[in-house]
């Protein structure tokens, strides 16, 4: 935990006022086993993470709500023989005191406990349907409550999904929070820079993404945020290829779409660039498409717009080159209508970002888009991926393009976290000369 005990403190004084009244319950994330004898390296739950700092399996997080608010942690507790054998633990007492809680438990009471914290609140918060196993567990421990109704003690009338209120919270990104998601991205930047220096024709796809992962490592990030696209030649048009498992043939583009994750935040880039460090003239003329209608995008994020102005701005531009590369026929307005672009540009321009890649929060409130207010992050990603076909130029057949950069809103407008990784036609080819 790097960011200060208070910090978290005041984040879940926040969702208790939210609540007004009753009981939350918010699990970690479970371990998950890779196979007999091993596990997958432990990822923390993003929400319960965010609300208390606690990274440790096996945890779960009470808030009580009313007119005494309470925040009680339940965790692993010391064992000195597992220690040796997987590593430090906390334990109840020290995780009081270290992480600010009211009070914490062994996590072998909780059943117990939570028996006891149930009485006589009127709801139960968590994140209702995320896990069918928890929901379970949760219910059965009500019907406990409803036994003793005899004894003047009433279980929760309701049970209420409390992440709409988490994920609100989570959208909008504190001070600190930036500053961690900056360090992600300029490791994330710097890797894609050694990845474009590394590069050349003959190598596999697999070798740059070790180049990726030996960059996120050596400034301390562990972790990527999620599995790296390393995406050579006609690759480059699937869009979550994550085999890597290709070479690299010289004259073919590398789509390489990594990020790091740093204390729990993630950084999400993609860049693509000629495998011989040269673009030829029809990669340039498509690139320079996606180039510009990303530019456009960036300069719609800014408060007060909606979440898809920047989507549509790039749309705008995207349909017009695809005109001009003879993929798309008629006006701007008549392929955006029949979305006839759809064939070459098939997602969206972005997502929010965060503790998750695809970070929490909705997109429209109501049935209106969401306006983009400061502190939200998020990413801008427009593509073009040109599969062969007797209707395309064969020039343009497996070009897959996609530039995408973390952006955060402010209340001028917007910074681009990941501007340190090289974009222009100019700067690709110079980083690549030398």
Not at 239 to 260: K, M, Q, T, W
Not at 287 to 294: G, K, P, T, W
Request: glycine content about 6%; proline content about 4%; overall charge negative.
């Amino acid at each position: 935990m790097t960011m200060a005990p208070t910090l978290y403190a005041q984040r879940r004084a926040c969702l208790l006022e939210q609540m007004c009244c009753g009981i939350a319950v918010i699990p970690t994330a479970e371990e998950v086993a890779r196979n007999g004898d091993t596990h997958y390296a432990y990822r923390h739950d993003s929400s319960f993470y965010y609300l208390t700092g606690f990274a440790e399996p096996e945890a779960v997080l009470v808030l009580i709500a009313g007119a005494a608010p309470q925040a009680i942690l339940f965790c692993r507790e010391k064992n000195l023989e597992r220690e040796i054998w997987d590593g430090y633990r906390v334990g109840p007492e020290a995780a009081q005191q270290q992480f600010g809680f009211d009070a914490a438990y062994p996590i072998a009471q909780l059943d117990e406990k939570l028996t006891e914290l149930m009485a006589n609140q009127p709801v139960l918060f968590c994140p209702l349907g995320a896990d069918a196993a928890w929901d379970q567990r949760l219910l059965r421990l009500r019907t406990a409550v409803q036994a003793k109704v005899r004894s003047g003690i009433r279980a929760p009338d309701e049970i209420r999904d409390m992440r709409a209120l988490l994920h609100e919270m989570r959208l909008l990104k504190d001070a600190a929070e930036l500053d961690i998601m900056r360090r992600a991205a300029a490791n994330s930047a710097q890797a894609h820079r050694r990845a474009k220096q590394f590069t050349r024709t003959g190598l596999f796809e697999y070798q740059v993404e070790a180049e990726l992962l030996h960059e996120f490592c050596r400034h301390g990030a562990r972790h990527a945020a999620y599995p790296s696209i390393v995406a050579g030649g006609a690759h480059a048009c699937v869009l979550h290829y994550v085999d890597n498992h290709a070479r690299l043939n010289g004259g073919e583009l590398l789509l390489i779409d990594a990020g790091c994750e740093v204390e729990g935040y993630a950084a999400d880039i993609t860049r693509t660039f000629p495998v011989n460090g040269k673009f030829s003239a029809a990669q340039k003329e498509v690139y320079e498409i996606v180039l510009a209608a990303q530019a456009a995008a960036i300069a719609a994020a800014r408060p007060g717009n909606t979440w898809d102005a920047p989507h549509d701005a790039a749309l705008r531009i995207l349909a017009q080159g695809f005109i001009d590369l003879k993929l798309c026929r008629g006006s701007v307005d008549s392929v955006l209508e029949s979305e006839s672009y759809k064939r070459f540009y098939m997602h969206r321009t972005g997502h929010w970002l965060g503790m998750d890649v695809h970070d929490a929060g909705d997109y429209k409130v109501g049935d209106q888009w969401r306006k983009l207010q400061p502190g939200m992050v998020f990413t801008v990603e427009p593509g073009c991926y040109i599969r062969p076909a007797d209707d395309v130029p064969q020039a343009l057949w497996n070009i897959g393009i996609r530039i995408e950069d973390d952006v955060v809103i402010t209340a001028q407008g917007s910074e681009v976290l990941t501007a340190a990784a090289p974009k222009t036609v100019a700067e690709i080819e110079e980083l690549m000369r030398t």
